[in-house]
């Protein structure tokens, strides 16, 4: 049943009827039209080709940025030479809204009903699904990915099957983990290199961010684009990848390379009132490009509707791989040939707001040129002369058969033994989280039942007037934008994302004890908000409240809790603050489980090591303070914090020449550290170079003298005039 939807040949289908067939499955099949068997396109014994395959995949692009499409603006002439080789798909379209699914798809060749990856961040692509890299792997290929955003971070499961997984991108200690991410330039210029003396046959999949938000490309195409950020990015992209395409002409690759180009998903740029993407799952989302070129194929286009879970299939029968039977695509290796493909159903979700905001799902399925979007207000389009989803069609009789329909696939794409792709931990995390005194949490439970008010096209409207309410402060008009934001929670109060920037603000402007006030309000109304939790907590760090802290994270029961790094950071720092390092221990060294490339996960392991050895005069747990600086310092090089704490873990050792060298690192890295700015002056003093420590405590007292008692004023000048002396 998993292979439902698959392009099987006619051999391997005869192979399949040893498995039991159910009559219902037959039925489902006859009732949504689809009942036919293609012809092969390979024997059985299929002839391995040898070809090398690329795979190159832009986040966030939408089909019409580009001019082999039809864009004027940007022109994008690099990927039209792709282009010009090969055969350019007008009507492919992703099966999910957001990358992390939209990856899994494309290389796990399933829908999320098979793999059961939903949205980015919380859940991960587990082990024992059969990736497109594994695969080829298997088939004597040497495989490299090079991917620009943590979206994509191996942490999330895709890196199976590689030989080289390359998420390299920088690990700025003060940077959201969501929004890291490293500039096309860098990842192909690191594929190029890895490409340099590769044996045939090789599989690279390159995967570039740039033209997601926040739009902002490098120069010239700033300055060239500064109306349209967007374009600038896209142009930027195109830009880069001449690099890798001049390269493969260069070496003659084109000639026995298969290469396939597309974009994870669009973005809305406004279309339907979404200002990005992940919340709906209209054509401005989810129409992405698809550009398939090899060796012996003349250049066209391909006018039928597939989608991304086709790419794994047709890969392997371009290469005369036999495919897996648990794909749902089917192979285009015919309409590659000129001819035409069966239509057959393409499944689509947008979950994000299902997962992050408790709103109603948003599932469909296009067939036939027609669209339905199933929610509270459904919603049918006829694709051929409304591409653009301005009238919706649907007819309340109609929505009922096609409801049904969509269930039918759903439930034929959904394996018997299902993925719980949600469920991050592993056996000693669990034992982590035992030694730390709490359970797995808790899967909170989603609503069943959807009324017209939860449905994503009400909600949304909402999160831009939020938008708006933090613009509105951030432009300098504080009382309006908190009116706006409590205006909101006034008419709807069930939104996490305005109690969040209401306490924002709040604790922005130094009002903790208000920002507290309205994210208790948000618990009390979403207990199962991660988001305000997290802000909740970190509002608690802020004002000092450690107990509070401990308490709320030993109750919490959100899944959020087993994936989520960033949890376990701020329950560590409350334990150490309480001075119980033991505890804090555990709970940086469970982060560092769920993500063990977080440069201050490091940093704080390895003060709570410090102190606890020190406090215990255990000499074991002191030296691991020593990799765990480094360990940081080695992620985030200007990252002052774990400089400073290494100086005084060499001071504590005698080593004070080591000390110092440390502690200047840390000024470079931040010439505001304070105290690091006093303790290198005094080791300056201890180590006779008086004429640094005057320059540096003189300095010091300039910026600092302000916010000093009046005995260390005093303490200080006496320091500065021994230095004279």
Known sequence: ????????????????????????????????????????????????????????????????????????????????????????????????????????????????????????????????????????????????????????????????????????????????????????????????????????????????????????????????????????????????????????????????????????????????????????????????????????????????????????????DVLGIKRPTSLHGTSLLPALKGKKLPERPIYFESLYPFYSHGWAPLKGFIFKEKKFIDSPIPEFYDLRHDFDELKNLAERKKVVQLSSQLKEIIQAQTPSGRVDAAQRVDKETREKLASLGYVSSVRVSQKKEFSVQDDVKVLLPYINKIGEGWKLYKQGQKDAGIKLLKDILKEQNDIDMAYKQLASIYQETGNTEEALAILEQGLDTLPSSYQIFIEYVKALISAQQFDKVISACEKMNMREAEVDPEIWSNLGTAYARKGNFEKAIKAFEMGLSLDDKHPELYNNLANACYSHGLQSRDRFIYSRCFEYYKKAIELDPEYPAPYYGLGHAYREEGNLEGAITCWEKALEADPDFSRAHFDLAIAYVKTGRKDKAFYLLSEYKKRYSHLMSPVERERLDALIEQCRE
Not at 58 to 84: K, Q, V, W
Not at 158 to 181: A, C, M, P, W
Request: charged share 20%; glycine share 6%.
């Open 1 to 316: 049943m998993r292979a439902f939807f698959s392009n099987t040949d006619a051999e391997e289908i005869r192979d399949v009827k040893r498995v039991e067939i159910h009559t219902w499955f037959l039925l489902v099949l006859f009732f949504l039209g689809i009942l036919f068997v293609c012809p092969s396109v390979y024997s059985q014994k299929k002839e391995k080709t040898n070809l090398n395959f690329l795979l190159i995949t832009i986040d966030t692009l939408r089909a019409d940025r580009l001019s082999c499409y039809g864009s004027r603006n940007p022109e994008t002439p690099r990927i039209d030479s792709l282009a010009e080789r090969g055969i350019v798909f007008s009507r492919a379209f992703a099966n999910t809204s957001t990358t992390l699914p939209s990856h899994a798809n494309i290389l796990l060749g399933t829908t999320p009903n098979h793999h059961g990856v939903h949205e980015n961040l919380n859940f991960i692509v587990r082990e024992e699904l059969l990736a497109l890299a594994e695969h080829l792997k298997d088939n004597g290929y040497s495989t490299g990915a090079f991917v620009g955003a943590y979206a994509l971070d191996s942490r999330f499961g895709l890196s199976q099957g590689f030989d080289t997984y390359d998420d390299k991108y920088s690990r700025i200690h003060s940077v959201n983990l969501s929004s890291l991410e490293r500039r096309a330039e860098a990842v192909i210029e690191a594929a190029v290199e890895w490409l340099k003396g590769r044996l045939s046959p090789w599989f690279l999949w390159i995967h570039c961010w740039d033209p997601h938000t926040p739009y902002d490309p490098p120069e010239p195409f700033k300055t060239q684009y500064k109306d349209h950020p967007y374009e600038g990015e896209v142009a930027y992209v195109d830009f880069a990848l001449g690099k890798l395409f001049d390269y493969m002409n260069e070496n003659s690759l084109f000639d026995s390379t298969l290469i396939i180009f597309t974009g994870d998903h669009g973005e809305s740029l406004g279309q339907h009132g979404e200002e990005t993407h992940g919340y709906f799952a209209y054509n401005s989302s989810i129409w992405v490009p698809l550009i398939i070129s090899h060796p012996g194929i003349a250049s066209g286009r391909g006018n039928d509707y597939v989608s991304h879970v086709d790419i794994f299939p047709t890969v392997c």
